[in-house]
């Protein structure tokens, strides 16, 4: 399933550029893989290009550590995966300056988060998992009906909603589907968790 998920990613991505961007893809990697020195070489050539970085977190983490060895220098870009390898490297600054878009969590879910877990790595997840469940809980409170129709029409009344990841909305659009719609921001990894740059 992540190759499946990851697949869909680039496919967005190049989507997403249009005509006038250009994607080339360098490589496909297992979530196995742990050795990328073959790949990185091949990288080279476009050292003075944007690289994406879509792997999981422990990939990251040896991907960059294997790019220092070999004296690659790439300005990185991937998703909030990159937070979590730069929470879970035991190397400082490892993974500093990579790109990758996120929400922000709220200070005080941030704080009882890291008191009860002792880090951030899930940080995102972990908020919109406790926002779907405290809307649940009290959409289910509410109902007078507790028939699955009733309480899928209910989410899919939510709008402007307030959570520990910002405001958010049911949305429903074609060749999407539904989701809850949250404010997304660019971040850039500097230490061991991303600051907002947008």
Do not use: W
């Amino acid at each position: 399933t992540e190759v499946t998920f990851f697949r869909s990613m680039v496919s967005s991505f190049k989507k997403g550029l249009g005509k006038n961007g250009k994607v080339i893809e360098v490589a496909t990697v297992n979530p196995s893989d742990t050795d990328f020195r073959t790949l990185i070489l091949k990288l080279k050539p476009y050292s003075n290009k944007p690289v994406g970085l879509f792997l999981l977190p422990d990939q990251i983490i040896a991907f960059m550590r294997q790019a220092r060895e070999l004296k690659f220098q790439g300005s990185y870009f991937g998703t909030d995966l990159c937070e979590t390898a730069a929470a879970i490297s035991k190397v400082p600054g490892l993974i500093d300056g990579c790109l990758y878009p996120d929400n922000n969590v709220s200070e005080d879910f941030r704080a009882h988060y890291k008191q009860k877990y002792g880090n951030e790595a899930q940080l995102t997840f972990a908020g919109s998992a406790y926002d779907m469940t405290m809307l649940t809980g009290e959409l289910l409170q509410n109902s007078k009906n507790s028939a699955s129709e009733s309480f899928l029409k209910s989410l899919s009344l939510v709008e402007n909603r307030s959570g520990v990841l910002g405001r958010y909305s049911f949305k429903a659009e074609s060749g999407v589907g539904n989701f809850f719609e949250y404010p997304v921001h660019l971040k850039k990894i500097k230490g061991p968790i991303g600051v907002v740059i947008d």
